[in-house]
């Protein structure tokens, strides 16, 4: 059974201390790993989609890496609007298209 | 642009009402999705159609009836609801399945309230 873990659960930051979340996952076989972001009451955000180890993907202040255990999803220098909960998922080969999530990690940027 | 629409936005509805969620793409996406998410939880897989037909069903309860009428619409028809039913439910659609067109893109929800 696919099972995807996210840490930690929940993060507080002041505005322009970098850091990391993390998603461990485990997987038969992955078709591919993404990250979104959803803010209270609304739908999850994409933001990216990683296919292989090795590769990494960047939009604005996050970057994401993704190697054959564990995705980092890195803030550099985050801002208040980037408070939010960043859900990692995962697609297994055999499994077409049913997403598993993690429980997300909760991130919180304070001035 | 990446928009998934859905409406309403908030239904509240008796445990004997009969209501529809709906949910729209315009971006030539040929899968469509229902998930529930409850509060502080990710979203559940509930059913996804791949061109126009039905392809997962997880073990939803029958009171929950999903439609798609076409390739830009989804549709989940509620009957007979129960208050644990209450949760946010999320549409989503992705151009394919497979071969790099998995991304699926989200649309904002329905907060649902069953009374």
């Known amino acids: 059974e696919d099972q995807v873990t996210q840490s930690p659960e929940a993060l507080r930051l002041q505005e322009g201390e970098s850091s990391s979340l993390n998603c461990s996952y485990t997987v038969s076989g992955l078709r591919g790993l993404f990250w979104y972001r959803q803010d209270p009451g609304k739908g999850p955000e994409f933001l990216f989609t990683l296919y292989s180890a090795g590769e990494e993907k960047e939009k604005e202040r996050l970057k994401a890496t993704l190697t054959k255990k564990e995705s980092f999803l890195h803030i550099t220098a985050p801002k208040p609007e980037d408070s939010a909960t960043y859900l990692c998922?995962?697609?297994?080969?055999?499994?077409?298209?049913?997403?598993?999530f993690g429980t997300g990690t909760r991130l919180q940027v304070t001035l | 642009d990446t928009e998934v629409t859905q409406t309403p936005k908030h239904l509240v509805m008796g445990m004997t009402n009969k209501k529809s969620l709906k949910c729209e793409q315009h971006?030539?996406?040929?899968?469509m999705y229902w998930y529930k998410q409850k509060a502080k939880k990710p979203p559940e897989l509930m059913f996804v159609y791949s061109y126009e037909k039905l392809s997962i069903n997880e073990s939803v309860p029958s009171r929950f009836s999903p439609e798609c009428p076409n390739s830009s619409l989804l549709n989940l028809h509620l009957h007979a609801l129960q208050p644990e039913d209450s949760a946010l439910y999320l549409c989503?659609?992705?151009?394919?399945?497979?071969?790099?067109?998995?991304?699926?893109?989200f649309g904002p929800g329905t907060r649902l309230t069953v009374l």
């Open positions: 989503a659609s992705s151009q394919g399945i497979g071969g790099g067109t998995d991304t699926q893109y």
């Open positions: 971006m030539g996406h040929r899968a």
């Open positions: 998922a995962v697609l297994n080969t055999g499994t077409a298209s049913k997403l598993t």
